[in-house]
């Protein structure tokens, strides 16, 4: 199937959103989603699920020849997979691309970085040595499959026990679970990977970046940065991509932000891993089956959205405190057609209505002479007739200033402008926003 | 015919068929056959089918029953095609035997004729645009199916725009075909969305449960801000408020009000409105 195109309108709203500060879910600039790790009941299977992205991961080992040119290492194998079930978009054979890239970028962090001591991996010189394998499929994809697909990988290598061996002279000696507990793999450090999205917005230099982008960001990103990094603060790996020039300042900015975030998460690892070896000691039950709760409907869950709105009770409550007796404002929807319903503004349909829309919002006077329920005006402009004349009083010229009255059976009421034009000298932009908390508060 | 095609079935099946009234409000699963009320005389404790087949048997005693999603005709009875909770609406002006469907959950849409949705546009190719709704397949939309558009006056629409239309051809073997006027030839409502505003996307259950009559939700919405919303029975929701702010508390109370029970919703409600 095609991906789902992005329209003009979420795409604009996305980045004005970002330019303000304002993630879709309510996260901070430097934020990630939340981390869960699960693990099943083999050795070396976990999923990782970073926000809705979900990656699994499994770690296999295999006795085999070595490479001719590396006689005592053993090797490692890595391979991620799109899974069509993780989007719409992923079809076998059309996601080339990304799997290339992202492939690449999973050996280049794991591989490069010699986070596991492959000497270890030996078991007769030259003849045979262990084989590695970790396949990693996505399951769904919300964004920034790297991150949880680094993650997964780690976790799944720290968690992983392969069979002991011992070597007496000629005889080499395999031995089963059942006879000798598997050993743990070798690892010498944990590189993860951290991924920051820029979005330039018309400046030669990107302005502004976020961490851990989701599915939508990172459809309207304009370049991305990764930076592989251990809890030693050494960098591992860091790749650039999507053509955008990086300042050194911002580049070093990231380093610091990733060590911060890599610390965090290698704790989250470390205290996973511990809780699945504490459960597994005491002899509990543990396993993927067990991480699912039971008679509870998980599959269209969703988790809490911190709403800020923080700034609109302060607003607010300066509105109220200076605020004249509310009149009568009706709120029930106005239903247009089944589907469409229209709410409080008395004003013209702005559907269709391309630049005032924007306008109003940068201007904060230009509100203040529109729309409450039920007024009449006679002219378009008399804001200057009545209350205080000594504050100024900004008009915009958006052709919303005539009046159309829908509701012919409300009262006329005092002109509203005279309560606004006195609160000019504060926050105009914000003042739209806090002339309607009022009104629908009073209700 | 009829009667050795129900024979047939209902061996099949290997159990008896269950009467469509005792059911309402359970849960259904494909497969299952549901007798409509007036067959359930017809058939003997035994489960035998044995109805004398007349040719003018039937055909004054018979209700007129609707179909609806989820369910398929099958001989005489009725075949679930989707799992869910069987529901039964009485016919208001009285002649009929009402309507029966499946109330089921999902997230894919299938487009079906005279459901309004709003749709992407991908392509402009001639005279027709390609809009993306959602389906298998993307929709054409013809440039004249605008309201006051002529071949001299054509419509303003881009590539990446939303339209709100309503489907005229929709079925599972050609590409869909919409338009953004009714029969009349009057927009009402329908046409291109604005320019700003969030996009999102949300299950098609709780599509249908907002657009329900006297729903709680939208009109709590409406207490809290000025806002503009549209509801793409495509599971799509497009809304506008004053800043973005408030664009985005009003995207997350919607996602979130479907896992919600109504006391939970109530709280937040209040809550925002307090602030």
């Known amino acids: 199937m095609k991906e789902t195109p992005l329209s003009n309108c979420e795409r604009r709203f996305l980045l004005r959103a970002i330019e303000e500060k304002k993630r879709l879910d309510g996260r901070q600039t430097y934020d990630y989603r939340n981390i869960r790790i699960s693990f099943g009941t083999d050795y070396g299977c976990c999923i990782v699920e970073l926000g809705k992205t979900r990656v699994l991961g499994q770690v296999s080992c295999e006795l085999v020849s070595p490479k001719l040119n590396r006689a005592t290492e053993g090797i490692l194998f890595f391979n991620l997979e799109l899974s069509q079930m993780a989007a719409p978009a992923f079809e076998p054979g059309r996601q080339s691309d990304l799997l290339v890239k992202l492939n690449r970028l999973m050996e280049r962090c794991l591989r490069n970085s010699k986070c596991i001591d492959t000497e270890s991996l030996c078991v007769v010189a030259g003849e045979k040595v262990w084989q590695i394998r970790v396949d990693l499929h996505l399951l769904n994809h919300d964004g920034n499959i790297i991150d949880a697909a680094s993650i997964a990988a780690i976790v799944a290598l720290c968690h992983f026990r392969r069979p002991d061996v011992s070597v007496q002279g000629d005889e080499v000696t395999l031995y089963t679970p059942e006879e000798r507990d598997p050993v743990p793999l070798s690892i010498h450090h944990m590189p993860i990977c951290v991924s920051f999205a820029f979005f330039q917005q018309g400046d030669p230099n990107p302005t502004y970046l976020l961490v851990d982008p989701n599915e939508r960001e990172e459809r309207v990103m304009d370049g991305l940065l990764v930076i592989a990094m251990n809890k030693h603060r050494e960098i591992c790996t860091i790749q650039s991509s999507g053509g955008i020039m990086l300042l050194k300042d911002q580049v070093l900015r990231c380093s610091k932000i990733a060590g911060v975030k890599v610390a965090e998460i290698t704790e989250l690892i470390l205290k996973a891993l511990e809780n699945d070896q504490k459960v597994r000691k005491e002899g509990g039950k543990f396993g993927f089956a067990e991480s699912i709760a039971n008679q509870r409907i998980t599959a269209f869950k969703m988790e809490k959205a911190p709403i800020d709105t923080s700034d609109v009770e302060e607003k607010a409550e300066e509105i109220i405190a200076e605020a004249e007796p509310p009149s009568e404002v009706v709120s029930t929807p106005v239903l247009w057609t089944p589907g469409t319903a229209q709410i409080g503004e008395g004003v013209e349909n702005s559907w269709g209505d391309l630049e005032d829309s924007e306008k109003e919002d940068d201007e904060g006077g230009g509100d203040q002479a529109i729309i409450l329920d039920g007024i009449k005006m006679d002219t378009g402009v008399e804001v200057s007739d009545i209350g205080s004349q000594d504050a100024p009083i900004i008009l915009s010229d958006s052709e919303e200033e005539e009046m159309i009255i829908l509701e012919p059976d409300k009262n006329p009421k005092k002109i509203r402008t005279q309560t606004t034009s006195a609160k000019q000298e504060k926050a105009p932009s914000k003042k739209p926003v806090k002339r309607r908390k009022k009104k629908r508060a009073a209700n | ?275």
């Open chain 2, 1 to 275: 015919m009829a009667e050795p095609a129900s024979v047939a079935a209902e061996s099949l099946a290997g159990s008896r068929a269950r009467a469509a009234r005792t059911v309402l409000g359970q849960v259904v699963l494909p497969g299952e056959e549901l007798l409509l009320p007036e067959q359930e005389d017809a058939e003997g404790p035994g489960g035998a089918v044995e109805r004398p087949l007349s040719l003018n048997a039937r055909a004054c005693s018979r209700v007129r029953v609707v179909c609806g999603p989820g369910l398929r005709r099958c001989g005489d009875r009725l075949l679930v095609t989707k799992c869910g909770r069987l529901r039964h609406k009485e016919p208001g002006s009285g002649s009929g035997g009402g309507v029966y469907w499946v109330d089921s959950q999902q997230k894919r849409y299938v487009p079906v004729k005279g459901d309004h949705v709003i749709g992407i546009v991908t392509a402009k190719s001639g005279d027709i645009f390609k809009v993306d709704v959602g389906g298998s397949e993307p929709a054409s939309l013809s440039y004249l199916s605008f309201e006051g558009a002529t071949k001299r006056n054509r419509p303003n629409v881009q590539v990446g725009d939303l339209i709100y239309g309503q489907f005229v051809v929709a079925n599972k073997d050609m590409e869909p075909e919409m338009v953004c006027i009714d029969s009349c030839g009057r927009a009402n409502g329908m046409g291109v969305i604005g320019q700003d505003g969030l996009l999102f996307k949300v299950t098609l259950g709780l599509i249908r449960k907002l657009l329900a009559p006297d729903c709680e939700i939208i009109q709590e919405v409406g207490k809290l801000y000025p806002l503009e919303i549209v509801f793409g029975m495509n599971g799509r929701i497009w809304v506008k408020a004053k800043t973005i702010q408030q664009t985005l508390i009003l995207a997350n109370i919607l996602e979130a009000c479907e896992h919600m029970t109504s006391d939970q919703r109530k709280q937040i409600f209040s809550r925002l409105a307090e602030s």
